[in-house]
């Protein structure tokens, strides 16, 4: 199993978010302590890549995950979802245990 994957729609929004941005960015997903479920995820443009970073590419887009992050999405997947309820990346992470509603903040056991 991949340690992290994209899904096909959230490389294409990551590429039309990085080409009307700066071309030079990757999607930076990382989680952080915080939330409703004690960990949330964050996501944001960058051009720096640290030494320890990981860098995962599909279909010409970039996401650098921190190891640190990387062993709480071990196996999960990126994708890009547009609904009508809002257009927004999500995690399917299968290491979580529970998630809040939204599925921006999630636990472990």
Do not use: H, W
Not at 22 to 50: H, I, W
Not at 51 to 73: N, Q
Request: overall charge negative; proline content about 3%; charged content about 25%.
């Amino acid at each position: 199993m991949d340690r992290f994957r994209i899904s096909e729609a959230a490389a294409a929004r990551i590429a039309a978010i990085v080409a009307a941005e700066n071309p030079d960015s990757a999607l930076r997903v990382e989680v952080l302590a915080g939330g409703c479920n004690g960990f949330q995820y964050k996501f944001d443009l960058t051009r720096e890549v640290a030494a320890d970073d990981v860098v995962f590419e599909r279909g010409g887009a970039k996401v650098i995950v921190d190891p640190a992050s990387l062993d709480l999405l071990d196996g999960a997947e990126l994708d890009f979802k547009d609904t009508l309820m809002g257009a927004y990346f999500a995690v399917g992470n299968p290491n979580a245990t529970s998630s809040c509603g939204c599925g921006s903040s999630f636990s472990v056991d």
